[in-house]
């Protein structure tokens, strides 16, 4: 447990900025350099090749990365001294990866925090955050809106705020056979994990058509021919009564 003022290692610097540590501690030789935030101090003993470590003074961080780190696992023996420290209760924040809902979109969202937190590191409202965001958006090539907009997301909800979502059945077949089939299929309760193959019958049924001469028939021809084949295709499955399979393949 930290005494006194909390300081956290490079390590959980580079975790809570979303960064190699390789990128965390550049940021800590210009912090020396140029005397900026994070406040950084330097320590001799334990620590690199050189028997020096450094460790970030954790309120010199944004207010979101104070709250993620009080939030993370490794905070947890923390709490109780940081809040007396800063006279609040630790305010939890679903910032670590770990806490997303999907953990391939860490990357995503990382990389998204990674463009913000250079704004985040002033308060809101302030003429230095909107000088801050305007550097960012010239050099996203997006709108100062649209960095506004992530900054909100994620105060308001952390990473995951930064998350693109996506429909669960974003990579799924919608239309099996066709709407009207797939709904009378669905309200006369069969078995739903026939409709895949019912789908892939009837595209090598519409494939197998068009390849022979009844093609020359034309498309309404190939249409009902198609239909047949797929209504005698449902019989063998115990299905009764569905019509009007084809597909528009236009």
């Not at 308001?156 to 099996?176: E, I, M, P």
């Not at 021919?225 to 299905?239: N, P, S």
Request: glycine letters at 6%; charged letters at 25%.
């Amino acid at each position: 447990m930290h005494r006194g003022a909390a300081w956290i290692s490079i390590a959980e610097y580079a975790v809570l900025a979303g960064i190699s540590e390789q990128a965390a501690r550049k940021r800590i030789r210009i912090a020396l350099q140029t005397s900026t935030a994070p406040q950084v101090r330097e320590l001799h003993g334990r620590g690199g090749r050189s028997g020096t470590r450094y460790e970030v003074l954790l309120s010199s961080l944004s207010e979101p990365l104070q709250r993620a780190f009080m939030a993370s696992s490794e905070a947890d023996d923390m709490c109780t001294t940081i809040a007396h420290v800063y006279g609040s209760p630790p305010t939890p924040a679903p910032f670590r990866p770990s806490m997303l809902e999907n953990q391939d979109y860490a990357p995503e969202a990382l990389e998204a925090y990674e463009r913000i937190e250079p704004a985040l590191q002033h308060p809101p409202r302030s003429a230095a955050r909107r000088a801050a965001v305007a550097t960012i958006a010239k050099q996203a090539k997006c709108s100062v809106r649209t960095i506004e907009r992530k900054i909100k997301l994620f105060e308001d909800h952390g990473l995951s705020g930064l998350v693109r979502k996506k429909h669960a059945d974003a990579h799924q077949r919608r239309v099996y056979v066709s709407k009207a089939f797939d709904r009378a299929y669905v309200e006369a309760g069969y078995d739903l994990s026939l409709l895949p193959k019912l789908s892939d019958e009837l595209d090598l049924l519409i494939k197998s058509f068009w390849a022979t001469r009844a093609a020359d028939a034309g498309t309404p021809d190939i249409c009902r021919g198609v239909a047949w084949e797929l209504a005698k295709e449902c019989r063998k499955h115990g299905i009764q009564g569905e019509g009007g399979a084809c597909r528009d393949q236009g």
